[in-house]
């Protein structure tokens, strides 16, 4: 005998795939209270402000780290004109 068979051999799942779509409601009645819709949308912010920040920094401060470079590189090829 099948391991996912009932008595008469019939498989269920679709059985249980029709009880579900039965037992599932259309639309869920739910209330978000204000207390927890701030902190969703406060947690949203964060998570987008964290997002955006690390982005920056793994961009912004290469970038500055090269640019620093550079600067030093171009201040010891040109002599300085008091320095003459």
């Given amino acids: 005998m099948k391991r996912d068979t009932w008595v008469s051999g019939v ?14 409601p259309a639309t869920a009645q739910a209330y978000v209270g204000p207390g927890a819709g701030l902190t969703a949308i406060g947690t949203m912010i964060a ?3 964290a997002l ?9 401060y ?20 008091n320095e003459s």
Avoid at 11 to 22: N, Y
């Fill in 62 to 81: 290469p970038v500055k780290r090269m640019l620093r470079a550079r600067k030093a590189k171009a201040d010891i090829q040109t002599p300085r004109e």
């Fill in 47 to 49: 998570l987008l402000a």
């Fill in 11 to 24: 498989t269920h799942s679709p059985t249980l795939l029709i009880i579900a779509l039965v037992v599932m």
């Fill in 52 to 60: 955006v920040l690390a982005i920056v920094g793994f961009v912004w």
